[in-house]
């Protein structure tokens, strides 16, 4: 399989961004191809995925971000960017689930999964999905599913990025833009994918204690005492985080969750960004589902572990890449989705991530890399299945 990137960094005039993309277009497709695009929310992205279709007779999905991530130039804003996938030995599906509240996550992934899989006429060894913002569903609930119906197959993805002024973030496919429906699109044939992520946070407080009460993404209560008396005596200000709660999911004051090792958890710490905070009740809210169980403490993230983490999981990445090499497999396309928390922390030096891409990642690998508001990734395979996980606040990679 083959793989190129083009940009445009036209936003207005649909034809004239379908031009430029085409043209940069310069790979003899294969037998199988899919274009996957990623826009800012100012783009009349669904009438641009049209155009493209008919430009380069492949079908093209996507989703929206606050900005894109490569290995050729690093960070870019204000764009729109073409992935164009193509091989004789891979194969592409895409479908989109139904509206949010017609039926469970489970039913609507269910439908959206089984005509992908049919459309693949195999068995997927990769699902990319990506969820619009939906606060009717955990994200968690997503790579659950997932994992479900497919029997352990890798989910890759999350939930796409959009600008502060815009309200919505949105996926498109079939040349229609949506804003209330998940996207997924299968990979099947000779791909061996392989994922990465790392962590690296600062403690706040060595004030360590089980989630003895929780639901979904709600935690109530933590040991013998309420999340928000837990907060207090972690030393955290909760008054003055509470006054602004519009600014608590960008704050770096972050849970952290360690659940023991057994046959159903692999003892990856998971992150978690804090949305709400109720001081009377006492309870708090995350993007992504709080394990009753689990030891909560607090942790913070700063610039240099952004840059840090990055480093990390690319150098990880790296070395998965060599040994499948090794063995004779050639890698030539790449993922990474970066938290929009991240972006936010990186406000004074924004091309930060990028760089580490471009110093990091080999020339000969198609790297791109999208923001989004949590992340879906693999921590672990065992036995054939992966272990399927949502994740706030890091950088996740998947290369095939």
Same mark, same amino acid.
């Given at each position: 399989m083959k793989s190129t990137l083009a940009?445009?960094?036209?936003?207005?005039?649909? #034809?004239? /961004?379908?031009n430029e993309l085409a043209a940069q277009v310069s790979l003899s497709l294969a037998g199988h191809s899919c274009g996957l695009l990623f826009f800012d929310v100012a783009t009349d992205c669904g009438a641009l995925a049209a155009t493209l #279709?008919? &430009?380069l007779s492949i079908p093209v999905a996507g989703c929206s971000t *606050? /900005?894109?991530?490569?290995? &050729?130039?690093?960070?870019?804003?204000?764009?729109?960017?073409?992935?164009v996938m193509t091989g004789d030995d891979v194969r592409f599906a895409c479908a989109l689930s139904e509206p949010t509240g017609a039926g469970s996550t489970a039913e609507r992934l269910g439908a959206a999964y089984s005509e992908a899989a049919s459309k693949l006429g195999e068995a997927p060894k990769l699902i990319l999905v990506f969820s619009p913002n939906d606060a009717d569903m955990v994200l968690d609930d997503c790579a659950e599913a997932l994992d479900e119906l497919s029997g352990g197959v890798p989910v890759f993805g999350g939930v796409p990025g959009f600008s502060m002024g815009s309200e919505e973030s949105r996926?498109? %496919?079939s040349g229609r833009a949506y804003s209330d429906r998940t996207l997924l699109v299968l990979l099947g044939g000779g791909i061996r994918p392989v994922f990465s992520v790392k962590n690296v946070l600062k403690s706040l407080a060595e004030h360590k204690r089980p989630v003895t009460s929780a639901k979904g993404s709600v935690v109530y209560k933590v040991g013998d005492v309420s999340f928000v008396e837990h907060m207090r005596q972690s030393g955290i200000a909760v008054e003055k985080i509470a006054a602004s709660p519009d600014s608590l999911p960008f704050l770096p004051i972050l849970l952290l969750l360690e659940a023991p090792q057994d046959e159903n958890n692999d003892g990856f710490p998971l992150v978690r960004t804090?949305?709400? %905070?109720?001081? #009377? #009740?006492g309870f708090g809210a995350s993007i992504g589902r709080i394990p009753q169980g689990a030891d909560l403490s607090f942790v913070s993230l700063n610039s240099q572990d952004v840059e840090l983490s990055c480093r990390l999981t690319l150098q990880d990445l790296a070395e998965q890449i060599q040994a499948g090499e090794s063995e004779g497999y050639v890698y030539s396309t790449a993922f990474a989705i970066s938290c929009q928390g991240r972006y936010i922390l990186l406000a004074g030096d924004r091309g930060l991530e990028g760089r580490c891409l471009t110093e990091l990642s080999s020339p000969s690998l198609n790297l791109f890399g999208l923001y989004g508001y949590g992340e879906l990734c693999p921590t672990s395979? =065992?036995?054939? &299945?992966?272990?399927? =996980?949502?994740?706030?606040?890091? *950088?996740?990679?998947? /290369?095939?």
């Open positions: 940009v445009s960094y036209e936003l207005d005039n649909t #034809e004239k /961004a379908a #279709e008919k &430009k *606050i /900005a894109t991530l490569d290995n &050729k130039k690093g960070f870019r804003d204000f764009n729109v960017s073409l992935m996926v498109v %496919l804090l949305c709400a %905070l109720n001081l #009377e #009740e395979a =065992r036995g054939g &299945k992966n272990l399927n =996980r949502a994740h706030n606040l890091s *950088i996740v990679f998947c /290369a095939f």
